[in-house]
């Protein structure tokens, strides 16, 4: 890294440096966190292994969202890209029904103002994908809008574009991921605008902006994420009660997880297609 970067902030797991007025540095740590806590242990080759995939997708997207990435870094963890206005709204996009959809589904039988039909299980499946933006909440957590609210915030033309988008690169990211053994649950996607241009920014479809399950498990009817599902169960073993300091994971369930986030990668951009 330059030396004369400025650090900008700090994620649960990641750090924004600027490196001048337009570019800014994205580094993530080997850092985990599980139900909101990071870990005191860290998870070796994780950071490399969450921009290693964000690189890998936006790549593979840029025909249908332009994006900020500039360069991956020699270290592989950190990746420099062009700096720019945020939107103030988090896209979620939602290809199975789970997590605080599921939540909102069981209240309403709608997620985000998006009706669905009755019957849905957690996990069922849905087909066309769900576009449900949040508010980017500054302590606590997002909460989900309606489209309509997006409007209100962003504009039409912007939500318009932006839900049409980000349901494209979500199909083609599910896709690849089932072919490859994945279920690719839901995935976040942050935007900018630079010169008028809507524009894809942070990480994209990495296991901490993702939910993952693997298709073995999810076809014998476990919703498992695939790369903290170890962690989880250990924690859940431990009597641990979700509040702060989280325990250091034992050697054992690190190294379970590490390999977990490397079968991910060889996954999603190994050679086979
Ligand atoms: C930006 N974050 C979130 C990430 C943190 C915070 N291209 C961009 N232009 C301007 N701002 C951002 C980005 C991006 N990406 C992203 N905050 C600002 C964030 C990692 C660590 F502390």
Redesign the pocket.
């Given at each position: 890294m330059s030396d004369t970067a400025t650090h900008?902030?700090?994620?649960k797991v990641?750090?924004?440096y600027a490196l001048d007025d337009d570019r800014?540095l994205?580094?993530a740590s080997d850092r985990i966190s599980t139900f909101d806590v990071v870990h005191p242990t860290p998870i070796p080759d994780k950071g490399r292994v969450l921009t290693g995939l964000s690189a890998f997708w936006f790549a593979r997207t840029k025909d249908i969202v332009p994006n900020?990435l500039i360069a991956l870094h020699d270290d592989g963890r950190s990746?420099e890209?062009?700096?720019?206005?945020?939107l103030p709204v988090e896209v979620v996009v939602r290809g199975y029904l789970t997590g605080s959809g599921w939540k909102e589904y069981q209240r309403n039988g709608a997620v985000c103002g998006v009706a669905l039909p009755q019957g849905l299980r957690d996990g069922s499946r849905l087909e066309p994908a769900i576009f449900t933006p949040a508010t980017k909440e500054d302590q606590g957590h997002d909460e989900n809008i309606t489209f309509d609210d997006m409007c209100r915030r962003v504009g039409a033309d912007t939500s318009q574009a932006l839900r049409h988008r980000s349901l494209a690169i979500y199909d083609e990211a599910r896709a690849r991921a089932w072919e490859r053994g994945l279920v690719l649950a839901d995935t976040k996607f942050?935007f900018?605008r630079v010169d008028g241009v809507l524009?894809l920014?942070?990480?994209i479809l990495s296991p901490d902006s993702s939910r993952y399950w693997g298709r073995e498990e999810y076809e014998a009817g476990r919703l498992e994420s695939f790369d903290k599902q170890f962690a989880r169960d250990w924690l859940d073993r431990s009597g641990w009660n979700h509040e702060p300091p989280a325990p250091a994971l034992p050697d054992e369930v690190i190294a379970r997880t590490r390999e977990r986030y490397l079968e991910a990668m060889r996954r999603l951009t190994g050679a086979g297609a």
């Open positions: 900008l902030g700090s994620g990641r750090e924004l800014l994205l580094v900020h990746l890209c062009r700096r720019l206005e945020m942050e900018g524009t920014i942070d990480e």
